[in-house]
């Protein structure tokens, strides 16, 4: 089923990128017609921001509109919208964190546990919604499975996880980790 999907989505792409090729030469055309014979309305070019600029682009020769000298004109694809949002998301992420991690210091510094914990919570509800956002622009499936329920920063850290209460812990600390020859399979020499 999820290779019919597939060849599917290639069908519609090829398509697509037919149609978007096609879109593009039509801009550049348009765009030529204006170089030519001028806007229908002037009035244009003095009424929006960097107007002197959008004058100064039809002013250079057709050849060098055409070969995309100074601009390239082409129809945004799903694709090239994705990218765009995973750039933008990105940043954004950063960004959050660095503001979580700034004002968790400032509450800190004032020493109210429970302003405290208001950040934390809403830092974890707004990180695992910017991640979810993110890996969504990857295409990403079973994103419930990948990141940790919302439901479990709301009610206090153990909603949504089996066997945890309030007083239990969600890892067992108590044990000591294996050691690295304790992880070999049985019959295989040490290292050492």
Request: proline share 5%; charged share 15%; net charge negative.
């Amino acid at each position: 089923m999820l290779s019919r999907v597939q060849e599917g989505n290639k069908k519609f792409g090829f398509i697509f990128e037919n149609i978007r090729e096609w879109l593009s030469e039509s801009f550049v055309d348009v765009a030529c017609n204006i170089q030519q014979f001028g806007p229908s309305n002037v009035e244009f070019f003095e009424r929006i921001n960097s107007g002197d600029l959008v004058k100064t682009f039809f002013t250079l020769p057709q050849a060098s509109i055409r070969a995309g000298m100074l601009i390239d004109l082409k129809a945004a694809g799903q694709l090239d919208n994705k990218m765009l949002d995973r750039q933008n998301l990105t940043q954004v992420t950063g960004a959050y964190q660095q503001y979580v991690s700034g004002i968790l210091q400032l509450a800190q510094m004032n020493q109210d546990p429970t302003l405290i914990g208001a950040i934390v919570k809403q830092g974890m509800l707004g990180g695992t919604e910017l991640m979810h956002q993110l890996l969504e622009t990857f295409d990403i499936q079973n994103l419930n499975r990948i990141l940790l329920d919302e439901s479990i920063f709301r009610q206090g850290g153990s909603a949504g996880v089996s066997g945890a209460s309030q007083n239990q812990p969600l890892v067992n600390n108590t044990q000591t980790p294996p050691s690295p020859t304790q992880l070999l399979p049985s019959g295989t020499p040490s290292p050492t």
